[in-house]
């Protein structure tokens, strides 16, 4: 009963910048790590970056400097900041939540989005 929405992929030039936002709904207690991963075409899913609850980040070493993860806990959504954007950045960008669906649990489920096209190129 929980549903990640994803938003904000576009196709931009090399050196640009782009936003994603990824907003939560459903049953929510709470919202554990979320994070950005991305999958281009025949290529392994991989990790962007990640975000605690507590605001603690980590990145790819691929994006740091360039690629700034956020989130907004009152709405239970996730961004990414992009800059510096460069063709080997093109790819679907996944949003990810663990999120805890009750007061009874001790455990969260891991939840995805559908997923948003990024595409850099001149």
């Known amino acids: 009963q929980v549903q990640l929405v994803e938003s904000g992929g576009d196709l931009v030039q090399p050196g640009g910048s782009l936003r994603l936002s990824c907003a939560a709904s459903g049953s929510i207690v709470r919202i554990n790590t979320m994070g950005w991963y991305r999958q281009a075409p025949g290529k392994q899913r991989e990790l962007v970056a990640v975000?605690?609850?507590?605001?603690?980040?980590k990145y790819a070493d691929s994006v740091k400097g360039r690629f700034t993860i956020s989130r907004d806990n009152a709405k239970n959504t996730v961004y990414l900041q992009m800059s510096g954007l460069k063709p080997e950045d093109t790819a679907v960008y996944y949003c990810n939540a663990g999120v805890v669906i009750s007061t009874t649990l001790r455990y969260d489920d891991d939840y995805w989005g559908q997923g948003t096209q990024v595409t850099v190129s001149s």
């Open positions: 975000i605690t609850s507590g605001g603690r980040t």
